[in-house]
C-alpha cells in the first residue's frame, strides 16, 4: 500500500521560512501530479501549489509569489518552500498525490497534514 506522509511543519515567526516535504512510499508505480493543500478552522481547502511529474507548476493564488514547488523523482519526494510567512497562512498543509499502480490504477494520496502556525 501507498502512502504520503508529510513534515516540517512548526510554528515561525511571520516573515520567517518553512520548508516541508512529502514523501510517498509503498509499492510505487508511479507519482503523476502532486500537490499541496491546505486548510484554516473554518475555511475549506485551497490548492496552495501543483506540480506534473515532469515538473511543470502551477500555483494558487493566496501564497503566490511567497512559495516555490519542487520534487525529487528519485526519491518520490515533494517539498514546498515558504517565504516571507504570514499570520493568515496558518493553517494545516496537506499533500495530495496521484498514484499510478503497476496495473495503471489511478489512486488519489492524501496526507495526515502537517500544521503550520505562523505569529504574529
Known amino acids: 500500500q501507498v502512502q504520503v506522509v508529510e513534515s516540517g511543519g512548526g510554528l515561525v515567526q511571520a516573515g520567517g521560512s518553512l520548508r516541508l516535504s512529502c514523501a510517498a512510499s509503498?509499492?510505487?508505480?508511479?507519482?503523476?501530479?502532486m500537490a499541496w493543500y491546505r486548510q484554516a478552522p473554518g475555511n475549506e481547502r485551497e490548492l496552495v501549489a501543483i506540480?506534473?511529474?515532469?515538473?511543470?507548476?502551477n500555483y494558487g493564488g493566496s501564497m503566490s509569489g511567497r512559495v516555490t514547488i519542487s520534487r525529487d523523482n528519485a526519491k518520490n519526494t515533494m517539498y514546498l518552500q515558504m517565504d516571507n510567512l504570514k499570520p493568515e497562512d496558518t493553517a494545516v498543509y496537506y499533500c495530495?498525490?496521484?498514484?499510478?499502480?503497476?496495473?495503471?490504477?489511478?489512486?488519489?494520496?492524501w496526507g495526515q497534514g502537517t500544521q503550520v502556525t505562523v505569529s504574529s
Open positions: 495530495h498525490a496521484i498514484h499510478i499502480t503497476r496495473w495503471g490504477r489511478r489512486v488519489e494520496l
Open positions: 506540480i506534473s511529474a515532469s515538473g511543470i507548476t
Open positions: 509503498g509499492s510505487i508505480g508511479s507519482i503523476n501530479n
